[in-house]
């Protein structure tokens, strides 16, 4: 059975509210001449924020698989494969803000960095523990999802009060 998990909506949803707040208000003060270009680039902006976290993990009793848009690609992400007999062990990294990254190791030596901002988190992580019959128990988020809870919103407040601004 193959299993779908995409980007974790709240990931998701704070990175395209912080492009809007960051952007939404440029189309608004740009001069006359720059108006339309500046609307075109903000569309185009739009539509690859929104594509590029469109990436998502696909599990089945054979493999794990990574795969990305064809923007994300184009921009240097690839997709990826691996067989469970493949998976070696799981390490982890530390990263500068404290937290941890995790790779999967296969016996040929290569490194996969395990999808930690995906929907249905737990459910991932035990259909890769049943699968590979690695201890999962210290795997979690990359970073809290308070934090991206308080990003949407932050980044939503921003936005009325430039709506505001402009409507005054």
Do not use: H
Not at 20 to 45: E, N
Not at 68 to 76: A, C, D, E, P, V
Not at 82 to 101: A, C, E, F, M
């Amino acid at each position: 059975m193959i299993e779908k998990f995409k980007t974790l909506f709240f990931v998701k949803s704070s990175l395209i509210s912080l492009y809007l707040a960051l952007t939404i208000p440029l189309p608004f003060i740009s001069i006359g001449k720059l108006r339309i270009p500046s609307i075109i680039v903000f569309a185009l902006g739009l539509y690859l924020i929104i594509n590029i976290t469109s990436d998502y993990v696909e599990t089945c009793s054979n493999k794990i698989s990574y795969k990305t848009s064809f923007i994300s690609k184009f921009l240097g992400k690839k997709n990826w494969e691996i067989s469970w007999k493949d998976i070696k062990l799981i390490k982890s990294l530390p990263t500068s803000q404290g937290s941890k990254v995790y790779y999967f190791n296969t016996f040929q030596g290569e490194n996969f960095l395990v999808p930690q901002r995906v929907e249905n988190f737990e459910k991932f992580l035990l259909i890769v523990s049943s699968n590979t019959g690695i201890s999962i128990n210290e795997i979690s988020y990359i970073s809290p999802l308070w934090t991206y809870k308080l990003l949407t919103f932050i980044s939503v407040l921003m936005i009325i009060g430039e709506l505001f601004s402009f409507l005054n």
